[in-house]
């Protein structure tokens, strides 16, 4: 792990760092010489922070859900009594559409994408950022999706807590600027991860059948192929980085071209 790289003497905080782009973000600003606070809703986090404190680096775990105050209030003082600063936050948890539409969607199946993708959001953002108006700055990097952007079939509480994210980000950057914080969003496309855990419970014949579906959507994009999620957590370690020193506001897509296309192919 390299102490004197980019984000060399840097506290990351990643929520939903114990799997999937959280996980590989998690990695990756280790090895750029981050210090890391791996946050996850179950213990994975904690594999994740021994893998990393195996490799060499800094790195505490603790069990939280993002969409409760009490619990990121709580998750903030661990940060800093573990650590005494923190520098990034990598808003990343997040669960997936139901993969209903409108009509047939509970209240409560609603109420949680919601709570847990755009409130879970803004309470890590609010309770940090005066860490970073104390510090005099500091960067958020919030993962929002394609789906953020446009609309794609039978998911309109994920899209709508998306849309929620890359709206936020603009609308931080315009507020913090002047403080030296910047905020930007990513928006992924097919990543091959076991979002929200669907593969593992279909089993393992199951999860091909789901996992070749998605590579058949992904086929019809520029890029032609589902991405590695290390592949997101490259451009969320630069935008965590000063090598985007200016950029603050900015909506990344990071979808093999899916966005520009007319073929945004289906949810799983
Ligand atoms: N995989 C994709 O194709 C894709 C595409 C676009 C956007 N995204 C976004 O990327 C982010 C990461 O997704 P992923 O694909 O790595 O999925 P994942 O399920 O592997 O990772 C999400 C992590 O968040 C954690 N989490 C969920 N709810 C939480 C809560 N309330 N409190 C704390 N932790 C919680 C989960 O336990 C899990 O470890 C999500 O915000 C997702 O919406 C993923």
Same mark, same amino acid.
């Given at each position: ?10 506290? %990351? ?14 990695? @990756?600003? #280790? ?21 990393? &404190? ?17 619990? *990121?209030?709580?998750?903030?003082? /661990? ?15 997040? %669960? ?12 409560? /199946?609603?109420? @949680? &994408? ?28 919030? *993962? ?67 996992? #070749? ?18 592949? %997101? #957590? ?17 909506? *990344? ?6 966005? #520009? ?8």
């Amino acid at each position: 792990m390299a102490q004197n790289g980019r984000l060399g003497g840097k506290v %990351v905080l990643v929520t939903g760092g114990g799997s999937g782009i959280g996980r590989a973000t998690a990695l @990756r600003c #280790a090895e750029d010489g981050a210090s890391i606070v791996v946050v996850d809703q179950n213990s994975s986090g904690a594999d994740v922070a021994k893998e990393l &404190t195996e490799l060499g680096a800094m790195a505490t775990s603790q069990i939280r859900d993002i969409s409760n105050s009490d619990d *990121v209030q709580a998750m903030v003082g /661990e940060a800093l009594e573990s650590f005494g600063h923190l520098d990034i936050l990598v808003n990343n948890a997040g %669960v997936g559409g139901s993969g209903q539409r409108l009509h047939e969607l509970s209240i409560e /199946e609603w109420d @949680r &994408t919601i709570a847990v993708n755009l409130r879970g959001q803004f309470l890590c953002a609010k309770f940090i950022i005066p860490l970073f108006l104390q510090s005099g700055g500091g960067a958020i990097v919030n *993962v929002a999706s394609t789906y953020g952007i446009t609309g794609a079939p039978r998911s309109p509480e994920y899209c709508a807590s998306k849309g929620g994210v890359v709206a936020l980000t603009r609308q931080l950057a315009v507020d913090y600027g002047s403080d030296g914080i910047r905020i930007n969003a990513v928006c992924p496309g097919y990543i091959n991860t076991d979002m929200g855990g669907r593969r593992a419970a279909l089993g393992p014949a199951g999860a091909a059948a789901a996992n #070749a579906a998605r590579e058949a959507h992904a086929a019809l994009q520029p890029l032609g192929r589902q991405a590695d999620a290390r592949e %997101v #957590a490259n451009v969320i370690a630069f935008l965590a980085s000063e090598e985007s020193s200016f950029m603050t506001g900015s909506i *990344v897509t990071v979808d093999g071209g899916c966005t #520009a296309t007319f073929n945004h192919g289906l949810p799983e």
